[in-house]
C-alpha cells in the first residue's frame, strides 16, 4: 500500500525503494533472502531495511552491527456489515 500510495501522490525520492517479499521467514530466511542475496545483491542491497524482526544484534563482519526494530506484528481490523 505504501508503494501505491507513493505513485498515486508522486512523491519524489531521493533514492530507489525496493521490495522484496521473501516467504522464508519463519526458516531463518537463508533459502529465499539469503538467495537474492547470493545472486542479486547488486539489485536489492539498501543502507535502510524495514523488516518484521526486532531486538537481536546482527554482525555485519568488519562494519559494525545492525540493531532491527520491529514496528508491528499482525493485529486486529474489527469490521462491521452496515447493510
Same mark, same amino acid.
Given at each position: ?32 533472502? &539469503?538467495?537474492? +542475496?547470493?545472486?542479486? $545483491?547488486?539489485?536489492?542491497?539498501? =543502507?535502510?531495511?524495514?523488516? @518484521?524482526? *526486532? &531486538?537481536?544484534? +546482527?554482525?555485519?563482519? $568488519?562494519?559494525?552491527?545492525?540493531? =532491527?526494530?520491529?514496528?508491528? @506484528?499482525? *493485529? ?8
Amino acid at each position: 500500500m505504501v508503494l501505491k500510495l507513493l505513485k498515486r501522490n508522486n512523491i519524489n525520492l531521493k533514492g530507489d525503494i525496493v521490495l522484496a517479499a521473501p516467504a522464508d521467514e519463519e526458516q531463518g530466511g537463508e533459502r529465499r533472502a &539469503g538467495y537474492l +542475496l547470493q545472486h542479486y $545483491k547488486e539489485k536489492i542491497w539498501c =543502507p535502510y531495511v524495514i523488516n @518484521e524482526g *526486532g &531486538g537481536l544484534k +546482527l554482525s555485519q563482519q $568488519k562494519k559494525g552491527y545492525v540493531f =532491527p526494530v520491529q514496528t508491528a @506484528e499482525k *493485529g486486529i481490523l474489527w469490521a462491521q456489515n452496515k447493510s
